[in-house]
């Protein structure tokens, strides 16, 4: 189901009461971009360790915004069913009371969701809105002061404004009290803006939404104007204003409060965004937002860290994407096992059932929940050797999953996860390599870095004048390195030693030395004094 900005405030309530009846809520989300490269030093990289890398996301968060947010809501039945209703949501940053939000866009994101049928159309005209608690506070004093503006500059937006004001104020004259009008094609924040620029200019208008981008105009006395204002019903009141500005974070609130787990695949992305777009700017302290994140989701599943795991414990086939992932878990990895859980998609979003969209929000977020329900149900099938209750709860799958709580998958870094709920786990990557440069002055990373290209993929770092640090997060291409260099005449490759090859230490045994040196001579000479 889609949900835009024109519908959002009739879904609310619903969603609600989805989301309390929920085992788990499924998320993804797509934005304008990934990675910042207008920013220096911005690439991942395997020297990173997770402060280092969650400082690099963090600029490439604040720079990009979210167009998508995919919510697939599991609710289990009586049976050993559960029933998925998923939501694409299509976002797009409040303009009300707060200062001009801006973004950047990344054309090989936007070429990549253009490519999967993305409607940028929707993301633009009928995004919702959304603020984080530092925007929301900015607002409120707006409101209070009654200093609110909407942020548009746009000649579109000034005509819709200025045609619905000549309206009006060109039919008043000779209108009777209690005589209305109809102003149409109002769409988005039009609807609030008209209706609070007319009621300021004009003491004996009223105003009321009529839906469907319509907003009536009523003639009435100044007295019958100031109890109409006092009324309970009044769309255009302080509160009312705010809930409509802060838009999709109401939901995100819901989602806080009931602390259902949240399921993501490789997520950290996710998280940063949810965190800066719909609770707080993002910290600089790394520590900080883990536990904020720890706060907000107690309970967090990433499905990326699932299946990784999986491979090694279960002998599952190496899949790279979540789309495989879901085709390798259809397949009945367990034929002899009692049956997986039936997955049925609800009504309204039954277009799942019949085709894929991949990279489209809603999509992903279903394949993602199935793929934590049919992992888990493979999990605790192996740990209990087959002998499974015919309706496992999900409180069971929890239990099987429980090493896999609050662990998000680090791409490419110094830790194979992130853990929200402790310490990070260092990671086992192959051993590193160092590159001695002989009779080749001036060579930089990126030159060496395209010369071992071809063989392999290795990040690079300079350890001192003629050498540079190589790793690599595969075994077999570290030995090819070793193995074809052995003779090479100007690169000499051998797995770093930290004694041997660490500056640090060099520097320290070569002071060492020196000391020792001197202390000798003293010694011989203070005894050839003696005698």
Same mark, same amino acid.
């Given at each position: 189901?889609? =949900?835009?900005?024109?519908?959002?405030?009739?879904?609310?309530?619903?969603?609600? &009461? &989805?989301?309390?009846?929920? +085992?788990?809520?499924?998320?993804?989300?797509?934005?304008?971009?990934?990675?910042?490269?207008?920013?220096?030093?911005?690439?991942?990289?395997?020297?990173?360790?997770?402060?280092?890398? @969650?400082?690099?996301?963090?600029?490439?968060?604040?720079?990009?915004?979210?167009?998508?947010?995919?919510? +697939?809501?599991?609710?289990?039945?009586?049976?050993?069913?559960?029933? =998925?209703?998923?939501?694409?949501?299509?976002?797009?940053?409040?303009?009300?009371?707060?200062?001009?939000?801006?973004?950047?866009?990344? +054309?090989?994101?936007?070429?990549?969701?253009?490519? @999967?049928?993305?409607? @940028?159309?929707?993301?633009?005209?009928?995004?919702?809105?959304?603020?984080?608690?530092?925007?929301?506070?900015?607002?409120?004093?707006?409101?209070?002061?009654?200093?609110?503006?909407?942020?548009?500059?746009?000649?579109?937006?000034?005509?819709?404004?200025?045609?619905?004001?000549?309206?009006?104020?060109?039919?008043?004259?000779?209108?009777?009290?209690?005589?209305?009008?109809?102003?149409?094609?109002?769409?988005?924040?039009?609807?609030?803006?008209?209706?609070?620029?007319?009621?300021?200019?004009?003491?004996?208008?009223?105003?009321?939404?009529?839906?469907?981008?319509?907003?009536?105009?009523?003639?009435?006395?100044?007295?019958?104007?100031?109890?109409?204002?006092?009324?309970?019903?009044?769309?255009?009141?302080?509160?009312?204003?705010?809930?409509?500005?802060?838009?999709?974070?109401?939901?995100?609130?819901?989602?806080?409060?009931?602390?259902?787990?949240?399921?993501?695949?490789?997520?950290?992305?996710?998280?940063?965004?949810?965190?800066?777009?719909?609770?707080?700017?993002?910290?600089?302290?790394?520590?900080?937002?883990?536990?904020?994140?720890?706060?907000?989701?107690?309970?967090?599943?990433?499905?990326?860290?699932?299946?990784?795991?999986?491979?090694?414990?279960?002998?599952?086939?190496?899949?790279?994407?979540?789309?495989?992932? @879901?085709?390798?878990?259809?397949?009945?990895?367990?034929?002899?096992?009692?049956?997986?859980?039936?997955?049925?998609?609800?009504?309204?979003?039954?277009?799942?059932?019949?085709?894929?969209?991949?990279?489209?929000?809603?999509?992903?977020?279903?394949?993602?929940?199935?793929?934590?329900?049919?992992?888990?149900?493979?999990?605790?099938?192996?740990?209990?050797?087959?002998?499974?209750? +015919?309706?496992?709860?999900?409180?069971?799958?929890?239990?099987?999953?429980?090493?896999?709580?609050?662990?998000?998958?680090?791409?490419?870094?110094?830790?194979?996860?992130?853990?929200?709920?402790?310490?990070?786990?260092?990671?086992?990557?192959?051993?590193?390599?160092?590159?001695?440069?002989?009779?080749?002055?001036?060579?930089?990373?990126?030159?060496?870095?395209?010369?071992?290209?071809?063989?392999?993929?290795?990040?690079?770092?300079?350890?001192?004048?003629?050498?540079?640090?190589?790793?690599?997060?595969?075994?077999?291409?570290? &030995?090819?390195?070793?193995?074809?260099?052995?003779?090479?005449?100007?690169?000499?490759?051998?797995?770093?030693?930290?004694?041997?090859?660490?500056?640090?230490?060099?520097?320290?045994?070569?002071?060492?030395?020196?000391?020792?040196?001197?202390?000798?001579?003293?010694?011989?000479?203070?005894?050839?004094?003696?005698?």
């Amino acid at each position: 189901m889609e =949900v835009g900005a024109e519908g959002f405030a009739q879904h609310l309530p619903r969603l609600r &009461r &989805r989301i309390l009846r929920a +085992a788990f809520v499924a998320l993804d989300v797509e934005f304008t971009g990934l990675h910042s490269t207008s920013l220096q030093n911005n690439e991942p990289s395997l020297f990173d360790s997770p402060a280092e890398r @969650y400082g690099k996301a963090r600029q490439s968060v604040q720079r990009f915004t979210l167009v998508q947010l995919g919510l +697939a809501i599991f609710s289990k039945e009586n049976s050993n069913k559960y029933v =998925v209703h998923s939501y694409n949501f299509f976002l797009f940053p409040s303009t009300l009371g707060i200062k001009d939000v801006e973004f950047t866009l990344s +054309a090989s994101s936007i070429q990549f969701l253009s490519h @999967y049928g993305f409607d @940028y159309n929707k993301f633009l005209k009928d995004g919702i809105p959304y603020m984080n608690e530092v925007q929301e506070k900015i607002l409120r004093q707006h409101l209070l002061a009654g200093t609110w503006k909407v942020c548009s500059t746009s000649n579109a937006d000034r005509d819709v404004l200025k045609k619905a004001i000549d309206e009006v104020t060109t039919w008043i004259g000779a209108a009777k009290e209690e005589d209305t009008m109809v102003l149409q094609d109002l769409s988005g924040y039009h609807v609030i803006e008209v209706q609070l620029v007319l009621r300021q200019a004009l003491e004996n208008v009223w105003t009321e939404p009529l839906g469907d981008k319509k907003v009536m105009v009523k003639k009435v006395s100044p007295e019958h104007r100031q109890l109409l204002e006092n009324s309970s019903y009044d769309r255009c009141q302080k509160k009312l204003i705010l809930l409509s500005a802060r838009g999709f974070t109401n939901l995100f609130q819901i989602l806080v409060k009931v602390k259902k787990p949240l399921v993501g695949h490789n997520m950290l992305m996710d998280l940063m965004h949810l965190h800066d777009k719909f609770y707080r700017p993002l910290p600089e302290s790394y520590e900080e937002f883990k536990r904020n994140i720890h706060n907000l989701f107690p309970v967090i599943i990433d499905t990326k860290t699932v299946t990784k795991s999986m491979q090694k414990k279960c002998l599952c086939p190496r899949v790279s994407s979540l789309v495989e992932a @879901y085709a390798v878990l259809c397949s009945n990895l367990n034929p002899k096992g009692p049956p997986c859980p039936v997955i049925a998609l609800a009504s309204g979003c039954s277009r799942y059932a019949e085709k894929k969209f991949p990279h489209e929000a809603g999509y992903d977020a279903f394949l993602c929940g199935s793929v934590l329900l049919m992992s888990a149900h493979l999990l605790l099938c192996r740990s209990t050797d087959g002998v499974v209750e +015919a309706e496992p709860s999900f409180s069971q799958y929890l239990a099987v999953l429980a090493e896999h709580v609050n662990k998000v998958n680090f791409i490419r870094g110094g830790v194979s996860s992130i853990n929200f709920s402790g310490e990070d786990s260092p990671c086992r990557h192959p051993p590193a390599l160092v590159v001695h440069v002989r009779g080749w002055p001036g060579l930089t990373e990126g030159q060496i870095y395209q010369e071992f290209k071809a063989r392999c993929c290795f990040d690079v770092r300079r350890l001192s004048k003629n050498q540079f640090i190589l790793l690599s997060n595969k075994y077999k291409q570290v &030995r090819h390195v070793l193995r074809d260099y052995r003779h090479h005449p100007h690169l000499q490759v051998s797995v770093y030693r930290h004694w041997r090859h660490s500056p640090s230490v060099n520097c320290l045994l070569q002071i060492s030395g020196i000391v020792a040196l001197w202390s000798l001579l003293a010694f011989v000479l203070g005894g050839a004094r003696s005698c």
